[in-house]
């Protein structure tokens, strides 16, 4: 088959949700993926911050190996060995005390939600409770998880979603605050906005967050589904805030590949929130993707894949700022945390024209917001991948 073959034979049969590039990726090794034309890619888009490792760590393919042979599944009514591992490794790297797995980013968004609905009903023996997300968010697209997202695009044809939702601005407390009333039982937040275009939050604007969530004893639900498992130099991003989530929510990289997610929660609220009958999945936490969570976390610390890209991050911003430098007319500026860096793109430009371009050239990036250039490169990215990177924008800019 050649590739449009592939190609219309797959629209045939799929519900035409996404504007695919017309690409057909065969397979993938390190930083690269091979179409199926042979032709080579520099891979800085990572399936969407998921391929952490890139393609093919030969630690992790030999861990999910050895699990198919084993067992695939087996109900949530029963324990199993890669459950147990993969809950006391992701407590012991996020901070957190109690981990429910889900199968995507979404679906941890909806427990996260359940579960600060929970702790206030524990405590006021009161349904109704609203919760403070913000405008640009994005939260996953199942309706709970939409319902906090703050994207009229997405929602429009949507309504009525869940009650009780308040937007606030990013990055400005005094929003937030005026919001917050005896109903208020949480406040979901991103520490760095991805979809949104790359926003880190400001210290002052999450350590006011943690503060108003104490002092109205609320849950604060940081939503680390992209901008977690190393990618911000940290491990989870909040830890370069000094500050700590009542409720985290983790996927994407979480598996390095397979899918799974989870919300961790900390001890106080494990102990007045989501009990036996409140919550469930089929599927959540199988012993494949258990299997992968222990050998992702466990390749993540072998590696020091947060290390790596708080030592490699500033590199990559200043081969940013010197594109900037060299076509400020198309480049405006960047921002961004470690190895989640968006490139601002003059209004006159689509970033989606630039990522098609960087495809033509062998380069995958992503976009975000409307005028934001976004890259997510595999974590193992060195500094020679991202000249790479640069040269081939360069070229593009
Ligand atoms: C991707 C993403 C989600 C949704 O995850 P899915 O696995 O696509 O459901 C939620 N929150 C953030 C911040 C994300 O980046």
Request: hydrophobic residues 40%; negative net charge.
């Amino acid at each position: 088959m050649n590739k449009q073959e592939y190609i219309d034979a797959s629209e045939e049969g799929l519900l035409h949700v996404y504007n695919r590039f017309p690409v057909v990726f065969d397979h993938g090794e390190g930083m690269r993926l091979y179409d199926s034309d042979g032709k080579s890619y520099l891979d800085f888009a990572s399936g969407i911050g998921v391929m952490a490792f890139g393609y093919g760590h030969p630690d992790h393919t030999a861990a999910l190996h050895e699990q198919v042979d084993k067992l695939l599944h087996t109900s949530n009514l029963f324990y199993h060995p890669p459950l147990m591992d993969a809950a006391s490794a992701l407590c012991r790297v996020s901070g957190m005390d109690k981990v429910f797995f889900t199968n995507s980013g979404a679906e941890a968004i909806e427990g996260a939600i359940k579960t600060a609905k929970k702790y206030a009903f524990k405590k006021t023996g009161k349904a109704g409770k609203n919760v403070i997300a913000f405008n640009h968010s994005f939260h996953g697209r199942t309706v709970g998880a939409l319902s906090v997202t703050g994207n009229e695009h997405y929602r429009e044809a949507f309504y009525p979603l869940m009650d009780g939702v308040r937007f606030a601005d990013f990055n400005d407390i005094e929003s937030v605050r005026t919001l917050v009333d005896p109903d208020t039982c949480g406040i979901i937040v991103e520490p760095i906005q991805g979809e949104g275009g790359i926003v880190p939050a400001t210290k002052e604007f999450l350590q006011g967050l943690r503060q108003l969530c104490d002092e109205h004893d609320i849950l604060l639900i940081l939503d680390e589904i992209q901008c977690g498992m190393g990618r911000s130099g940290h491990m989870y991003a909040y830890m370069g805030y000094d500050i700590t989530p009542d409720v985290l929510t983790t996927a994407k990289a979480l598996g390095g590949g397979v899918p799974v997610g989870a919300f961790a929660v900390s001890k106080k609220v494990a102990a007045s929130s989501l009990e036996p009958g409140d919550h469930g999945t089929t599927y959540g936490g199988n012993p494949l993707v258990c299997a992968a969570v222990k050998a992702s976390i466990e390749l993540m610390e072998k590696l020091d894949l947060p290390g790596h890209v708080k030592e490699t991050a500033p590199y990559l911003e200043k081969k940013l700022s010197e594109l900037c430098e060299k076509h400020p007319e198309t480049a405006l500026g960047h921002r961004g945390v470690g190895f989640m860096q968006g490139l601002i793109i003059s209004p006159e430009i689509k970033p989606v024209d630039i990522a098609k371009k960087a495809l033509e050239k062998g380069l995958v990036v992503l976009t975000a917001g409307s005028d934001v250039l976004r890259l997510l490169p595999p974590l193992i990215a060195e500094k020679s991948d991202i000249d790479e990177m640069a040269g081939i924008l360069d070229g593009i800019l």
